[in-house]
């Protein structure tokens, strides 16, 4: 057994931290208060190679969960995961032959040009889309709702999934016909809406094998766990962070108010959560790059997630008093994005139903 | 034993619910969603705000000879609770704490200009308490009043003093002893905000709830702006504070939350056969949500009953305010695993997300630390309650 990580994820960490300074500041972070998302540090990271390893053109997805991490530590205003995860390694995965020119073109323009459009209303499991498609001569004719689709409203193309008859598919289509509403979110993240009723999917943007969606589509749920759990790991850790250092300094009754036990406790409680998340994270990740099936381990990282999100948040902001609040400490967009993360793909109570059906009738 | 409401209490509730629904016209309910107002202050808010006073619906637990409606505790209890699920930011810290307490201890001119003109609906108070280093630690206040001429000096900064944007008059707690004991050297002043040392700084927080850093500036007030004897400032004070804790944990809101949400996920379709609340842990989630509020209401429930028995402990006002403070927060969380990502969503179609769930669970945290936080209410019950050895 071995839990220490590797020289060369460390160098990764580092260099990744390095880069992220300049994108964390607080008068930075400002700039994007009302829209969080930074074209200027895709750009960036794409230069240094973090998105898509420059001598393979491959996307590594050791290296997108430790870039997850050190986003959600700094709380920098970009989610890579619907472009790479979603789409590229799915695209990698998948008997989709146009990987190479969307390579191409992502490394020249450096844009946020290709996204997914999965999330449904009140759907808690990607896994089984509810938007319809009807066999017809021209294709799938579409019905029905995406929310939380990141980036729509600047990219190219989207990656949706859809049910029919014969199961589950994907396809890759071109936007610019599509009804799109960008949503206003709490954590200001760039969502949309994306209207499919009547939309026709032609069979050559399908990218999938029949009986291969649903293959696809559960692997794509894994990677967003896994990422999901990957910023909240990077946000537990910062929120924590912050919460030592504050409560070390703030004084009241003539003593730092962390040397009081009700407070420390509390503080050792996130650091508990923390270690929680972090174990559950490693052995999930472990297992996905083994191959090995790890439905199961989704699921509770999934219900973990939610928890562990929940409890550091109202921690760390009750440990901070009225500062946890007010917008001149940094706290408040972690918790802003701690809730985002908690509620999108399912909730922890979702997730710990399908664990429990799981885990009793099928297993 | 008898844990329901009697009839006439019933009454009045259906009498402030019919009477609410008349109060909140379409202008109001406009000006409630707008954010710059979520703490009130607009002018429908200022009007609905006299119409009250106009219909004797201010000065509830007042003396009936100033004019007063000298509601039992429970009664009152029902009046927090239905304004509350209005959504209406009534003024309760001006017309029920400091009101009755300057009504009561202030001078001939405060209770005749200042307690009067609260209970017409026409002044508004904010509550200036915390500093920048005393928060918890409230006795170690530093702001000073010191004696000048015939009244007294002020000087100071106060922090998170909601309200004082668009209040009359600060409730300022100042140090007027520096020589006694902490506790012992504070004094209560009615601090007019038009008086040119006076200035603010808006403090914007999660909530999109906006409050106050307050700055005194050679102030100068005359003895009549004095509420109580001088150094005697603590005991209104803590008194206020004991009279705040229950109205923050006031079921009303939550209950009107989770009856609205319910209704929704019951019609609600999911997919072709099924609505949102036919899904298990919906109806998990929804089943706790419903056994906190049962406990939460007893809970207040039986402290306004021991209020008016005088039979209340101090272990049940602090549990109270831990209770429903620390419910509020799982609520919220099951309320919006339910509605999902549509909660984080601020979407016209789902007006309820909209208005009022999201936005709650936003503001809760601040109940846990403010008001008396839950680590101290913690100390009170092991102290007084189970009668163990003080913390510090
Ligand atoms: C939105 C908002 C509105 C407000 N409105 C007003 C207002 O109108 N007027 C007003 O006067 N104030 C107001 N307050 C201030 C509020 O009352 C204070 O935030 C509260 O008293 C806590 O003080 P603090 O923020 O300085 O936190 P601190 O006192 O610094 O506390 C920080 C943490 O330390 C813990 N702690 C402190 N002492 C102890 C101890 N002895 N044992 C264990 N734990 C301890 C606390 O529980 C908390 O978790 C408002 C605050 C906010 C955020």
Redesign the interface.
């Known amino acids: 057994m071995d839990f220490s990580s590797s020289s060369e994820e460390k160098l990764i960490r580092e260099s990744l931290k390095k880069l992220l300074e300049s994108f964390s500041s607080e008068d930075y972070l400002k700039k994007f208060d009302s829209h969080r998302y930074d074209p200027a540090l895709l750009s960036e990271l794409i230069d240094n190679g973090f998105l898509v390893d420059q001598d393979t053109n491959k996307i590594n997805f050791d290296v997108i969960k430790i870039l997850s991490e050190e986003l959600g530590y700094s709380n920098s205003p970009l989610n890579p995961s619907a472009l790479v995860s979603d789409v590229l390694i799915t695209l990698q995965e998948s008997s989709f032959k146009g990987l190479s020119e969307i390579l191409k073109d992502l490394l020249s323009n450096k844009l946020y040009s290709y996204t997914s459009a999965l ?1 449904e ?4 499991e990607i896994e089984s889309p ?1 938007v319809n498609g009807k066999l017809s001569n021209k294709g799938y004719e579409l019905s029905g709702t995406k ?2 689709s990141y980036n729509l409203d600047i990219a190219k193309k989207a990656l949706i999934s859809f049910i029919t008859d014969d199961g589950v598919y994907l396809a890759l289509i071109e936007t610019d016909q599509l009804e799109i509403t960008t ?5 200001k993240a760039p ?1 949309s809406k994306l209207n499919l009723d009547g939309v026709i999917v032609s069979k050559e943007s399908i990218i999938n094998k029949s009986g291969e969606g649903l293959y696809l589509l559960k692997d794509i749920y894994a990677r967003r766990v896994l990422i999901q759990a990957s910023l909240a790991r990077g946000m537990v850790l910062k929120m924590l962070e912050l919460t030592a250092a504050y409560t070390s300094e703030r ?3 003539d003593r730092p ?1 962390g040397s ?4 420390s406790h509390r503080a050792a409680n996130m650091f508990i959560d923390h270690q929680e998340l972090d174990l559950n994270l490693q052995q999930a990740s472990y297992l996905y790059s083994s191959g090995s099936d790890l439905e199961n381990q989704i699921l509770n990282l999934k219900y973990i997630t ?1 928890n562990v999100l ?1 409890r550091t948040s ?1 921690a760390a ?2 440990l901070h ?2 500062m ?5 400490y940094p706290l ?1 967009r972690y ?2 994005s701690a ?2 993360h908690e ?2 793909n ?5 997730a ?2 399908a664990l429990s059906k799981n885990i009793t009738l099928n297993q | 034993m008898k844990i329901e409401l009697t009839k006439n209490q019933q009454k009045l509730k259906d009498e402030l619910k019919e009477y609410f629904s008349s109060l909140l016209n379409k202008e109001l309910l406009s000006e409630m969603s707008d954010p710059q107002f979520f703490e009130g202050g607009g002018p429908e808010f200022k009007k609905a705000l006299k119409i009250m006073g106009r219909d004797g619906w201010i000065g509830l637990s007042w003396p009936k000879e100033f004019g007063g409606k000298e509601f039992t505790p429970i009664e009152q209890y029902i009046f927090v609770e239905e304004i509350m699920r209005t959504g209406f930011p009534f003024p309760f810290l001006t017309t029920e704490s400091v009101g009755p307490m300057i009504a009561q201890y202030g001078s001939d001119w405060a209770k005749e200009t200042i307690a009067k003109s609260i209970l017409r609906g026409e002044t508004i108070f904010a509550i200036g308490y ?1 500093e920048p ?1 005393a ?3 409230l006795a ?1 206040l530093k702001t000073q009043a010191l004696p000048d001429k015939e009244g007294f000096k002020i000087n100071g900064q106060k ?2 003093t909601s309200l004082a944007n668009y209040a009359d008059y600060i409730w300022l707690a100042a140090r007027t002893n520096n020589e006694v004991k902490k506790h012992k050297g504070i004094s209560m002043f009615i601090v007019p905000t038009d008086n040119d040392g006076f200035s603010y700084t808006p ?5 999109d709830v906006t409050t106050n850093m307050t700055y005194y500036d050679d102030i100068y007030v005359s003895k009549d702006n004095l509420v109580g004897e001088l150094n005697s400032g603590w005991d209104l004070i803590t008194s206020q504070l004991n009279l705040e804790r229950l109205a923050l944990v006031n079921h009303g809101p939550v209950d009107e939350l989770y009856h609205q949400l319910l209704s929704l996920a019951k019609i ?1 379709k ?2 072709s056969k099924n609505v ?1 609340s036919d ?4 109806k ?2 929804f089943a706790k949500i419903y056994s906190g509020l049962e406990t939460l209401k007893l809970i207040c429930w039986k402290q306004v009953w021991g209020m008016e028995n005088n039979v209340l402990s101090m272990t049940d006002a602090s549990l109270a305010k831990i209770y429903g403070s620390e419910y509020f ?1 799982e609520a919220y ?2 309320m ?2 339910i ?9 016209d179609s789902l007006s309820i997300l909209n208005s009022r769930l ?1 936005r709650m ?2 503001t809760a ?2 109940l ?3 008001g008396g ?3 101290v209410q ?1 100390d009170i019950i092991s102290m007084a309650g189970l009668l163990m050895p003080r ?2």
């Open positions: 999330n209303p009140l759907n808690f509810k929310i939380l949503l206003d979110v709490t954590s969502y004084e009241q009754f108010i009081f036990q009700a407070v939610g929940h109202y902001q009750h008093g009225g946890g609040v007010a917008k001149e408040w918790c802003l809730k985002e509620i999108i399912g909730n922890s109570s979702s710990l139903e | 915390s280093n928060g918890t630690d170690s922090i998170w403090i914007q927080t999660l909530g609600t999911v997919d949102l899904i298990d842990w919906v998990s989630n927060i969380r099951m919006m695993e509605f999902g990502e549509l909660s984080i969503v601020r979407d999201e669970y936003r945290s601040i846990t630390f403010g936080t839950n680590e913690r913390s510090r």
